[in-house]
T-cell receptor
């Protein structure tokens, strides 16, 4: 089993839809969780960062972490064509065994 | 503030040639990284540097070398390029690699094609 699993999609939704993006992981040492957004032919940019189970909101974006289920989600409300990008989850196991592991990314297209 | 710059933006290279990809950051970050991104394989770490003067191997280091002579620059060298090194290369930096809350910031990437 891979340490981080992410459905590559592609996911296509109409403008205004609620989008749910998900990752599962197997390594209990992961403590910190991030979502990166990558536009076509650009570098990834940090979108959301969480370190505890529960929800974190930032505008139209909500990051959710369930450590007991080893499952993280990113919700996008009122999706816009400008949200069309690849979304990568990323996780850090901290301390002396520092390791940052990325999911392979989900390609999202929001159609106007 | 530019953040992270990479050069060249893209390059076509003959197999067997030597190539250095350049990366410069102006955020005074201690740590820097090189990744390659391939379809279906995601981002894979090639080499990293915790601080100037130190480097370490990542997941896929073979065929690549790095140096970190100062805080700002982290060049990646392909000594003798092979077609399997065709990829998009991203440089990244972070404040402190060993801090649990550390987050990485990425450059715009270099598209390299080895023929």
């Amino acid at each position: 089993q891979k340490e981080v699993e992410q459905d590559p999609g592609p996911l296509s939704v109409p403008e205004g839809a609620i989008v749910s993006l998900n990752c599962t992981y197997s390594n209990s040492a992961f403590q910190y969780f991030m979502w990166y957004r990558q536009y076509s032919r650009k570098g990834p940019e940090l979108l959301m960062y969480t370190y505890s189970s529960g929800n974190k909101e930032d505008g139209r974006f909500t990051a959710q972490v369930d450590k007991s289920s080893k499952y993280i989600s990113l919700f996008i409300r009122d999706s816009q064509p400008s949200d069309s990008a690849t979304y990568l989850c990323a996780m850090i196991s901290g301390g002396s065994n520092y390791k940052l592991t990325f999911g392979k990314g989900t390609l999202l297209t929001v159609n106007p | 503030i530019a953040g992270i710059t990479q050069a060249p933006t893209s390059q076509i290279l003959a197999a067997g040639r030597r190539m250095t990809l350049r990366c410069t950051q102006d955020m005074r970050h201690n740590a820097m990284y090189w990744y390659r991104q391939d379809l279906g394989l995601g981002l894979r770490l090639i080499h990293y540097s915790n601080t100037a003067g130190t480097t370490g191997k990542g997941e896929v280091p073979d065929g690549y070398s790095v140096s970190r002579a100062n805080t700002d620059d982290f060049p990646l060298t392909l000594a003798s390029a092979v077609p399997s090194q065709t990829s998009v290369y991203f440089c990244a930096s972070s404040s402190d690699r060993l801090a649990g809350t550390d987050t990485q910031y990425f450059g715009p990437g270099t598209r390299l094609t080895v023929l």
